[in-house]
């Protein structure tokens, strides 16, 4: 072996061994960031399902946005969570939500961006919200878009964007 192979081998070895040092500990971080995020979509399906809207806003930064599916905006957790109060003790109680993500993607280390298709089930008949499209199962489905910050450490959401399926949108089967 020539003394320019000797070397190129040696850089190309030095340089695959920096990149999995510092690869193996950002992978590991990402999924562990990747699963406090999963848990807190189930936290989600499971408070909603018990109509407890105190667990379901925990998550929502104090300076977060919300958009429902009417199209009404707020602002910070105290208002998300009010709502959230009134909707499980008004139209959306005793409903079933079910969340399956759609697309999940890190922005950086401290902001990530989730899609997920909902379905809402367990509308009295007749029942389900004015103006918004309830299938003839009695389903509403919806897409939810969610931006993840954390902050000191823990997983916010600051955006909550919500929009329902229309009549004519196809709406996939959830898994």
């Known amino acids: 072996m020539n003394r320019t192979t000797m070397k190129s081998l040696i ?9 999995l040092l510092f690869a193996t500990p950002m992978q590991a971080q990402q ?3 990747s699963l406090a995020i999963q848990t807190i979509l189930q936290e989600e399906v499971t408070s909603w399902n018990s109509g407890d809207a105190v667990t379901y806003s925990k998550r929502f930064a104090e300076t977060g946005t919300f958009t429902n599916i009417r199209g009404m905006f707020f602002t910070g957790h105290q208002q998300f969570l009010d709502r959230h109060v009134e909707i499980f003790k008004g139209m959306f109680a005793n409903t079933v939500l079910q969340q ?22 367990g509308f009295p008949k007749g029942g389900g919200p004015k103006a918004i499209h309830v299938d003839d199962k009695g389903r509403l489905h919806t ?10 450490g823990n997983w916010k959401i600051v955006v909550y964007h919500n929009v329902d399926l229309k009549p004519d949108t196809p709406v996939p089967a959830l898994r």
């Open 100 to 121: 399956q993500v759609v697309s999940f993607r890190f922005l950086g280390p401290d902001v990530a961006v989730v899609e997920t298709l909902t379905q809402v089930a």
């Open 143 to 152: 897409r939810l878009l969610q931006v993840f910050q954390k902050q000191t």
């Open 31 to 33: 999924n562990a960031d």
């Open 11 to 19: 850089l190309i070895s030095t340089l695959t061994s920096l990149v």
